[in-house]
């Protein structure tokens, strides 16, 4: 757990109070993971049971308390450093799934769907990039941070780009029952919202088999570019 | 008060006829204002390169019209719109397009001179733009003794020479490294602070997170944009897109 590792690391360095901790940790991921006060008390609480980290006496774990790390807590900290993340099995992505259940939901807007997405992922690149621009140039924590959640979504991005070009081109096995357009968005939405758990295997399963429609309009309701 | 430095109207560019006809734009209004920077968004094929293309003047749209600085390239002659084009329109490519032969600050100099300015006057111009964008030490250096992002900052140095406030970028960063390419994004940015409004052709979403504006286009139809900046404070309470 990264919390844990980061105030570790934060420990790493020398002995440091409660505070400290939770101001240290902000300002070095450029303020982007805000950690509350309780938090930090918790897990310093945790790794001095385990034996990790010590404290001088026996008070409350306040403040005012000075926290330092163990040998243990030492190589702990070596380990996971060098300990790759569970990037094999990916989280069931919720976007992924939303697309998924769009392609075969008869009567929705793929395309238009795939669009809101993509606005909004860029939207968040975009905040992103403004934090790295106004940043100062010596403040790498933030510099790291936001760079590692542009590229994060920048990923989401491609994916829908990808989508976008794969259900293009993709030539519908059969014609569905119609629906309703504006009622097929919504539904589509519900849908991706209530349905996303059951709805994933099935649909991982059988979308590129059966996709209902390829393209529907590039959606004249949107938004004007003025 | 804020002033739109280009401005397309409904343009519609076909090409071909009959049953060959193509629709490479439908429809396309867009208002760039001073200071900003749009960035025009899609795939390969979607149109973003031909309103590029014709935002510039390089081409004509079929129907619709295209002001910059509140001028209309309709109805002018090809030798008005190169003069106008020349003198208010930069444009910046993906392969710097850098003349070999001269240095950097030579071509930085050469659309002044090929529009009349004197030689003096155009080399003195050219490195007041580098110096501005802190370019100074490039300025005698031949393009191939210079780094890929080294000559696309010329390459911008250029198309700013002589106060254009149009800059029109396709792919400006295409072949540059992540670092490589946050410097020339960087100095964009500078000439937009600057007062020069820019329009950049991307397919790349990193690249057009640099933008005030991020315009969709696709099928030759300007489909969705970003809506209005939101500042950097709101990621901590925002929560993530999944």
């Keep these: ?30 303020e982007v993971w805000p950690l509350n006060v309780g938090q930090v008390y918790t897990t310093v609480a945790r790794l001095e049971r385990d034996g990790l980290v010590a404290s001088d006496d026996g008070d409350e774990p306040g403040p005012q308390k000075a926290y330092r790390i163990t040998p243990a807590g030492g190589d702990e900290l070596a380990t996971w450093l060098r300990t790759p993340p569970a990037a094999e099995a990916p989280p069931r992505e919720e976007l992924v799934i939303k697309i998924l259940v769009a392609a075969r939901l ?15 992922l860029v939207e968040t690149m975009s905040r992103f990039t403004r934090l790295k621009q106004d940043a100062a140039e010596d403040d790498l924590g933030l510099l790291l941070v936001a760079d590692a959640e542009i590229f994060r979504l920048e990923a989401f991005v491609r994916w829908l780009d990808s989508a976008d070009a794969r259900l293009r081109h993709h030539t519908p096995a059969a014609v569905p029952p119609a629906v309703p357009s504006t009622a097929a968005n919504d539904a589509a939405a ?16 059988t979308a590129a088999s059966s996709a209902p429609t390829t393209r529907r309009g590039t959606g004249t309701g949107a938004r004007a570019a003025r | 008060m804020t002033t739109a430095i280009l401005e397309l109207r409904g343009v519609t560019k076909v090409y071909g006829s009959g049953a060959t006809e193509v629709h490479a734009l439908t429809d396309v209004d867009l208002s760039v204002r001073a200071g900003e920077m749009v960035a025009v968004m899609g795939p390969s094929g979607s ?18 019209e295209v002001l910059v600085e509140g001028t209309s390239f309709a109805g002018m002659s090809a030798g008005d719109r190169a003069r106008m ?9 993906q392969d710097y397009n850098l003349l070999p032969g001269l240095t950097a600050v030579e071509n930085i100099a050469l ?11 155009a080399s003195a111009a050219a490195r007041r733009v580098l110096a501005d964008l802190d370019l100074a030490d490039e ?10 992002g080294q000559r696309q900052r010329v390459a911008i140095a250029r198309a700013l020479v002589g106060d254009r406030r149009l800059l029109l970028a396709d792919e400006p960063s295409g072949a540059l490294d ?16 600057a007062g020069v409004a820019a329009v950049l052709a991307t397919h790349d979403a990193q690249l057009a997170a640099w933008a005030d504006r991020v315009v969709f286009v696709r099928d030759g139809v300007t489909m969705d944009q970003t809506g209005p900046a939101a500042g950097p404070e709101s990621l901590l309470t925002a929560d993530t897109p999944r």
Excluded at chain 1, 190 to 205: I, Q, R, V, W, Y
Excluded at chain 2, 47 to 64: D, M, N, V, Y
């Design chain 1, 190 to 205: 519900t849908a991706a919202n209530d349905a996303a758990a059951t709805a994933a295997n099935d649909a991982a399963a």
């Design chain 2, 47 to 64: 149109g973003k390169s031909t309103l590029l293309t014709i935002a510039g003047s390089l081409e004509q749209p079929t129907s619709g």
């Design chain 1, 106 to 120: 008869p009567g929705a807007d793929v395309v238009q769907i795939i669009q809101a997405h993509r606005r909004h």
């Design chain 2, 111 to 121: 659309p002044l001179e090929l529009d009349g300015t004197r030689a003096g006057k």
């Design chain 2, 139 to 148: 300025a005698a250096r031949f393009p191939d003794e210079l780094s890929g």
């Design chain 1, 1 to 30: 757990m990264s919390v844990r590792h980061a105030l570790l690391a934060l420990l790493s360095e020398g002995p440091k109070y409660g505070l400290q901790l939770r101001q240290e940790f902000e300002a070095r991921t450029g």
């Design chain 2, 85 to 93: 084009r020349r003198r208010h329109v930069g444009y910046v490519f």
């Design chain 2, 178 to 193: 992540t670092q490589t390419g946050e410097v020339v994004m960087r100095l964009l940015r500078r000439a937009c602070k």
